[in-house]
């Protein structure tokens, strides 16, 4: 660890890693309820474990983020962290308000929750991924504003990479795209354009800048690549994610009461979107070839080449196979959506944060040239368990979508939705037991930093 301050990103690194073991045991849940609709029924109603599911989703990504970002820029601006305390106070600040949001779903009933937290002054609430009450959507915005404040302060009294630059580029995104989660229009039309504006901004674009400035930081680490070389593929990718994403909002716009221009836009930019993760699979693929060191961490490279294979099913494939309007109408709101979601949030997204846990935590640990060999094929075997674990979820949901497309959109003997539900419960016990695979790995995972390297 070249800089103290780096060591606050390790609480940020343990709690997302603690969101996500939550995050993937209610996805879990949810898939019991799938098969046995009446499990923990009225106990814990499948609407409100699948609120915890995603909202923990959001925010063990934003940790990740933060402890990602905290990592990184002391080095690349070559001087330490603007202010750890500052640092730390968001950190607690967030837990707080991220468990108090969790409590409350899982113990208040939504319709209360929406009065006790004084949404009649501002509504904001019952949107979907967006249910958090006021004071959390407030509580974000606080911490995102501080969280941006300390990485700008710290680069402006640094050094000025491309790294730094793309990062932050994609924090100022963040922040501004996460306001439109207070504009609630009174007209549904408008109410669900906007809402995009924080739901596929954040996923589609400048999630992504993030994605792609940690990937290469991690690359420049494990590879020893010159950084004019691995600049020159960062710029080209984010390039074409701006331009892909920012215009490939319109494929949610199609049949929703928007323009019909809106089908060509989305369309023809949808189809651009997949390019830059096949980049990734490049920039990646090409940085280990011309590798001008043996790093000894080589799990951290393996996670860092998983994510641009895996970002690039998930994002690419999967969001092509129903993105061009002609498709959309038939797929949207099917299992296919969700297999796209899973895919797309795990490839690109969980396992860029997994990439820079292990790179980062063996050193913030003490351990300069990552874990040792044993630690290192534990967490291979974690790698490949979670791997397959999601792309069986994934086929699975593809499955269970394709019949329900059969079953209600196709023909002319189309029969009701929970008759179809009926026809892929076999396919959802079977994702289930992907589900279980995927947690299973992510024990395994948490396992490998209990692995003690030999005595001499």
């Not at 996923?203 to 690359?219: K, M, N, Q, R």
Request: with cysteine.
């Amino acid at each position: 660890m070249k800089y103290s301050s780096q060591a606050v990103a390790k609480p940020y690194f343990i709690f997302a890693l603690v969101l996500l073991a939550g995050e993937i045991l209610f996805g879990i849940l949810m898939g019991i309820q799938y098969v046995y609709g009446d499990f923990l029924f009225p106990l814990i109603p499948f609407n409100v474990l699948r609120m915890v599911h995603t909202n923990l989703l959001i925010v063990l990504l934003l940790f990740g983020f933060m402890g990602a970002t905290y990592y990184l820029v002391p080095e690349e601006a070559e001087r330490e962290l603007w202010s750890p305390k500052l640092a730390m106070i968001t950190f607690w600040v967030f837990v707080v308000a991220g468990v108090a949001t969790i409590l409350g779903y899982l113990f208040v009933p939504y319709a209360q929750l929406t009065e006790l937290t004084f949404n009649e002054l501002l509504p904001t609430m019952g949107r979907e991924f967006l249910e958090q009450p006021l004071p959390t959507k407030v509580g974000i915005v606080i911490v995102v504003l501080s969280y941006l404040l300390n990485v700008v302060m710290t680069v402006l009294k640094g050094r000025k990479t491309v790294i730094t630059t793309v990062l932050i580029t994609g924090l100022l995104g963040l922040a501004v795209f996460f306001l439109f989660a207070f504009y609630v229009p009174d007209n549904l039309i408008m109410d669900k354009f906007f809402w995009w504006f924080t739901v596929h901004l954040w996923v589609e674009a400048t999630w992504e800048l993030i994605l792609g400035a940690i990937l290469a930081f991690v690359l420049i680490k494990t590879t020893g690549v010159d950084r004019e070389h691995i600049d020159k593929w960062l710029y080209l990718i984010i390039a074409m994610t701006m331009i892909s994403g920012i215009l490939g909002t319109g494929h949610h716009f199609f049949y929703m009461g928007a323009p019909e221009y809106w089908l060509w836009i989305g369309s023809i930019s949808s189809a651009v979107e997949p390019l830059p993760f096949l980049l990734m699979i490049l920039f990646a693929y090409t940085m280990t070839k011309d590798r001008k060191i043996q790093h000894d961490n080589e799990i951290a490279l393996t996670w860092a080449k998983g994510t641009a294979v895996m970002g690039f099913l998930g994002a690419g494939v999967w969001g092509f196979f129903h993105t061009l309007a002609p498709v959309n109408m038939y797929t949207h709101g099917t299992q296919l959506t969700a297999a796209h979601g899973h895919l797309s949030f795990y490839g690109a997204y969980i396992m860029i944060i997994f990439t820079m846990i292990s790179y980062a935590m063996p050193i913030l640990r003490g351990r300069l040239h990552g874990n040792c060999q044993k630690a290192q094929k534990v967490e291979l075997r974690s790698f490949w368990m979670m791997n397959i674990g999601m792309l069986g979820l994934t086929l699975a949901l593809s499955a269970a979508g394709i019949v329900q497309i059969m079953d209600q959109r196709v023909g002319t003997n189309l029969i009701g939705f929970m008759e179809s539900q009926e026809s892929i419960k076999t396919i959802y016990l079977i994702r289930l037991g992907f589900g279980v695979l995927v947690f299973t790995g992510l024990l395994t995972y948490f396992s490998s930093f209990f692995v003690k390297e030999k005595a001499n």
